[in-house]
T-cell receptor, first 115, second 112 residues
Framework: DGGITQSPKYLFRKEGQNVTLSCEQNLNHDAMYWYRQDPGQGLRLIYYSQIVNDFQKGDIAEGYSVSREKKESFPLTVTSAQKNPTAFYLC??????????????FGEGSRLTVL | GENVEQHPSTLSVQEGDSAVIKCTYSDSASNYFPWYKQELGKRPQLIID?????GEKKDQRIAVTLNKTAKHFSLHITETQPEDSAVYFCAASSPGYSTLTFGKGTMLLVSP
């Protein structure tokens, strides 16, 4: 069954701690994305990657880091430098990287709460 | 960079009525405009998209129109049903960029 799997679904963290959100896809997609969703704010791009071992900052990259060591995996680390980390995080992937069109496939999201 | 404005932020209609959600974009080079639907507690999913070489596209009860001159595009849902209740996001993308810029979303509530 193909798709994008995010884990954990819910995560609680104390202030000052780093946390890593997992995103795995078996769709053989080249491009992967991380979005942050806050009420009334839409989907804001954190980081994206078009190929293994390469990634670019999105609009709100400060306080976040990523890696892309494998095509299937694109983990996101929320560091203690992120001032407002409590949010819903969505991972997505897309098949083409040489064009700006094509459907984004989303995971089910990870809800992070900082206590 | 691209900026996408979406209105209204909330929309309540009676079952059977039509619903219209409007978006404007800033980058005249943008040429791809998808719409995503996110039901409560679920992931966003593409429902329809349009490219700048056409002015309108329909898929059953859903249609999207594009006015390149005015730089705006709209989602039209006819004969709304309670299962249409969701948050709808518009987005825009320009050639040479592999990312989408999303609007802030419209929460559509269809009452029986």
């Amino acid at each position: 069954d193909g798709g994008i799997t995010q884990s954990p679904k819910y995560l609680f963290r104390k202030e000052g701690q780093n946390v890593t959100l997992s995103c795995e896809q078996n769709l053989n997609h080249d491009a992967m994305y991380w979005y942050r969703q806050d009420p009334g704010q839409g989907l804001r791009l954190i980081y994206y990657s078009q190929i293994v071992n390469d990634f670019q900052k999105g609009d709100i990259a400060e306080g976040y880091s990523v890696s892309r060591e494998k095509k299937e995996s694109f983990p996101l680390t929320v560091t203690s430098a992120q001032k407002n980390p409590t949010a819903f995080y969505l991972c997505a992937s897309r098949t083409r990287t040489d064009a700006n069109t094509g459907e984004l496939f989303f995971g089910e999201g990870s809800r992070l709460t900082v206590l | 960079g691209e900026n996408v404005e979406q209105h209204p932020s909330t929309l309540s209609v009676q079952e059977g009525d039509s619903a219209v959600i409007k978006c404007t974009y800033s980058d005249s080079a943008s040429n791809y405009f998808p719409w995503y639907k996110q039901e409560l507690g679920k992931r966003p999913q593409l429902i329809i998209d349009i490219r700048s070489n056409v002015g309108e596209k329909k898929d059953q009860r859903i249609a999207v129109t594009l006015n390149k001159t005015a730089k705006h595009f709209s989602l039209h849902i006819t004969e709304t049903q309670p299962e249409d209740s969701a948050v709808y996001f518009c987005a825009a993308s320009s050639p040479g960029y592999s990312t989408l810029t999303f609007g802030k979303g419209t929460m559509l509530l269809v009452s029986p």
